[in-house]
């Protein structure tokens, strides 16, 4: 948003109108409510003032004193504005005040008039200006006012001050020229000045909602910034990453790791596209994210066609196994019916060896720049060892898994099987729900 700029005066963009029009009733309706308790008071003086003229016969029907006399009576009205504000309190604070644009240009125009009628009336009783130079001080710093609006009242107010000028002064041209000059400078400095304080209150809106805006902006970037380090971090390693820069690894004593793998995958990239591959594993992976958070295991990359994952990190529990099998198995139910339409469509199936595997892990956070959290351990490479040593179609799991969830399910077990590097693991095939 661009601000425009006028000779002077600093136009209000449209974007900004609508909020500084509510903060000047806002701020003016405080300024009346202090005005009329002023005028209260000075309510009370002049009258005591009246009191002294009429016990003295000043006050006499249609003389100067007796427009006085009115016109300071009129300053009763401010108690009106004191009640409306000091009931209403709590609404002006809650900006619900619906009628206070009326309000405020309604006590305007009857402060204004009360005001330069006693400097007029004052005019003729002392050939003095200074009330005047009272009230132009009051209008142009009372209230705060858009350009138009004090442009207005300062031109009105110049000509009735002059005009009543003209009709007592008009036989001595000197005085004349002499009050004309003082008027004008009064009203020229006051308007100035009161221009320069409003164009200081507009900047200062304009400082306001371009932070409030670049605040929205940063907060946005902030969420999207965690949203995205939420997506790659679990969220209480992303919450200790971002408040200390770093995250202390972890020993996991006991915790299930499944790694899926698909069968014949080279064949598969063969008949596909790179672009139908990628379309096709992103289809895949989505649902396995899916189904893996859905029990409570956290992803820990894919590999190519391989996906990773472990249960009972970075948060302990003692499911953490029989969460890995119920995965694994509406995994299977997933691509059984994928695969199922992959067929009927003469497209190749995607069919995957699932391996499990539970045992003691370190987990923590690698890099400074691109940041992974990853697991490390004897059981991830056995894992590996005995996902390779299985099935498509099957869940293979290793002796300590089924361990821990042998009284939940039936199990078929295959014996001793060899495997590369490390000794004979007893393994088992889940059998179908």
């Not at 003469?346 to 892990?361: A, C, D, L, Q, V």
Request: aromatic share 12%; charged share 20%.
């Amino acid at each position: 948003m661009s601000q425009k700029s006028i000779p002077f005066f600093i136009s209000v963009d449209d974007k900004i109108k609508k909020k500084l029009l509510l903060k000047l009733r806002i701020d003016n309706t405080k300024r009346i409510y202090l005005i009329s308790l002023l005028g209260l008071f000075f309510f009370c003086l002049f009258m005591g003032l009246d009191y002294l003229r009429y016990t003295n016969g000043k006050i006499l029907s249609g003389n100067l004193y007796f427009f006085l006399f009115l016109n300071h009576l009129s300053f009763l009205f401010f108690i009106f504005p004191v009640i409306t504000i000091g009931t209403n309190r709590k609404i002006f604070a809650k900006r619900k005040f619906k009628p206070s644009a009326f309000f405020i240009y309604s006590w305007t125009i009857f402060l204004g008039m009360a005001l330069i009628t006693m400097a007029i009336l004052s005019l003729i009783d002392r050939d003095s200006l200074t009330m005047y130079t009272i009230y132009i001080i009051i209008a142009n710093f009372g209230l705060i006012m858009v350009h138009r609006d004090r442009i207005l009242l300062n031109l009105i107010s110049f000509l009735a001050i002059s005009i009543a000028c003209i009709f007592l002064f008009h036989h001595n041209m000197e005085l004349l020229i002499i009050n004309f000059m003082e008027i004008i400078g009064v009203t020229v400095v006051c308007l100035v000045v009161s221009t320069q304080m409003f164009n200081a209150y507009v900047n200062k809106l304009y400082s306001d909602y371009f932070l409030k805006e670049k605040n929205k902006e940063i907060n946005k970037e902030k969420k999207r910034g965690d949203k995205l380090l939420h997506n790659i971090l679990p969220k209480q390693i992303a919450k200790e990453l971002m408040s200390k820069g770093s995250v202390t690894p972890r020993y996991y004593n006991s915790a299930t790791i499944m790694l899926i793998d698909f069968k014949d995958f080279s064949t598969i990239s063969k008949r596909l596209t790179p672009q139908e591959l990628i379309k096709e594993l992103d289809y895949c992976f989505k649902k396995f994210d899916h189904l893996t958070a859905k029990h409570n295991l956290e992803k820990i990359k894919t590999i190519g066609d391989a996906y990773l994952c472990v249960g009972g990190v970075p948060n302990n529990n003692i499911t953490h196994a029989m969460n890995s099998i119920e995965a694994a198995h509406e995994i299977l139910t997933f691509l059984n019916e994928w695969n199922t339409k992959r067929i009927a469509n003469n497209e190749p199936p995607f069919e995957s060896r699932i391996g499990i595997h539970t045992g003691s892990i370190i987990a923590g956070v690698v890099g400074d720049r691109k940041f992974v959290f990853d697991i490390w351990g004897d059981a991830v490479n056995t894992t590996a060892r005995i996902e390779s040593n299985g099935k498509a179609g099957q869940i293979n799991i290793s002796q300590t898994t089924y361990d821990l969830v042998k009284t939940e399910i039936e199990c078929d077990h295959r014996g001793k099987i060899p495997i590369k590097n490390l000794a004979p693991i007893d393994m088992y095939f889940v059998k179908k729900n």
